[in-house]
């Protein structure tokens, strides 16, 4: 049965970087679309970006844009994020989730598959 297990994550100090991974566990990802997702404490999740499953297309939140690039590798069966010019406000649980379609508004009921998460933190 697909899993999607994301990792990556960890304690950064403000304008650092760090590249998130999400890899398929029993199944493959291949050619399928697949977004990130974040969620702050107390805030509600919200979509970070998507990328089609040929990587030909990607969409990225306004708050995100510049910062950070999704990109995916279909022979190691992984999609990534990059993560930029970190800031305090990215601190979030980073999901990764899979889709039939990458919509730039991100609706949360389109995406059929979670991973488990994985922290970031944005700190001094």
């Known amino acids: 049965q697909l899993q999607l297990v994301e990792s990556g994550g960890g304690l950064v100090q403000p304008g650092g970087s760090l590249r998130l991974s999400c890899a398929a566990s029993?199944?493959?990802?291949?050619?399928?679309?697949i977004g990130w997702f974040r969620q702050a404490p107390g805030k509600d999740r919200e979509g970070v970006s998507c990328?089609?499953?040929?990587?030909?297309?990607?969409n990225y939140a306004d708050s995100v844009k510049g910062r950070f690039a999704i990109s995916r590798d279909n022979a190691k069966n992984t999609v990534y994020l990059q993560m930029n010019s970190l800031k305090p406000e990215d601190t979030a649980v980073y999901y990764c989730?899979?889709?039939?379609?990458?919509?730039?508004?991100?609706?949360?009921?389109?995406?059929?598959?979670w991973g488990q998460g994985t922290q970031v933190t944005v700190s001094s």
């Open positions: 989730a899979r889709t039939g379609r990458c919509i730039a508004t991100m609706p949360e009921s389109g995406y059929n598959l």
């Open positions: 029993g199944g493959t990802l291949n050619y399928k679309s």
């Open positions: 990328i089609g499953g040929y990587g030909t297309y990607t």
